[in-house]
């Protein structure tokens, strides 16, 4: 696959999942929470190139440090979304500043990780970019599911996550 492809493939998804959280909206199906990060985790590790061959310790390093910060930073963004429950049962969600944080810290650390890749001669590409995306997506998928089952109707009263 492409590096281009990968790139607007990150981007498109990206700009959609921050367009997104700061509106209100009903929480997805439970289908959706698996279905854009296994397509990304699909399309990344299909990518022979994931693993530059050259330097196989250090990447595999850099993609598992990558995996752990988007995993610790799913589980942030999920537990700083606003969620709550209407009169019909429905639940919904918004993003809160605290969320913007969380994605503009996952930024910071993926730049940081790029920069040590490069400073140790590691031939990067787009498909760990995929695959760390595919981990930040899936969990916090799962934390706002986790969380949604323990509510009560709030009927837009504030929760204690603003």
């Given at each position: 696959?492409?590096?281009?492809?990968?790139?607007?493939?990150?981007?498109?998804?990206?700009?959609?999942v921050i367009a997104r959280q700061f509106r209100a909206r009903q929480l997805d199906s439970e289908?959706?929470?698996?279905?854009?990060?296994?397509?990304l985790a699909v399309l990344s590790l299909r990518d022979p190139a994931l693993v530059d061959p050259h330097h196989q310790v250090a990447?595999?390093?850099?993609?598992?440090?990558?995996?752990?910060?988007?995993?610790?930073l799913g589980s942030v963004w999920g537990w700083t979304s606003r969620l709550w429950r209407e009169s019909d049962g429905s639940v919904w969600v918004k993003g809160t500043?605290?969320?913007?944080?969380?994605?503009l810290g996952m930024m910071v650390v993926r730049g940081g990780l790029?920069?040590?890749?490069?400073?140790?001669?590691?031939?990067?590409?787009?498909?760990?970019?995929?695959?760390?995306?595919?981990?930040?997506?899936l969990?916090?998928?799962?934390?706002l599911r986790w969380r949604a089952e323990r509510l009560v109707a709030s009927y837009r009263v504030p929760t204690l996550t603003e």
């Amino acid at each position: 696959m492409s590096a281009g492809f990968n790139v607007l493939i990150v981007l498109a998804v990206t700009i959609l999942v921050i367009a997104r959280q700061f509106r209100a909206r009903q929480l997805d199906s439970e289908k959706r929470v698996w279905l854009i990060p296994l397509i990304l985790a699909v399309l990344s590790l299909r990518d022979p190139a994931l693993v530059d061959p050259h330097h196989q310790v250090a990447a595999i390093c850099l993609i598992a440090v990558g995996m752990a910060v988007e995993i610790a930073l799913g589980s942030v963004w999920g537990w700083t979304s606003r969620l709550w429950r209407e009169s019909d049962g429905s639940v919904w969600v918004k993003g809160t500043p605290a969320a913007l944080a969380a994605w503009l810290g996952m930024m910071v650390v993926r730049g940081g990780l790029y920069g040590t890749g490069a400073a140790l001669g590691v031939r990067q590409g787009t498909s760990d970019l995929l695959l760390a995306l595919a981990a930040l997506l899936l969990v916090r998928g799962l934390v706002l599911r986790w969380r949604a089952e323990r509510l009560v109707a709030s009927y837009r009263v504030p929760t204690l996550t603003e």
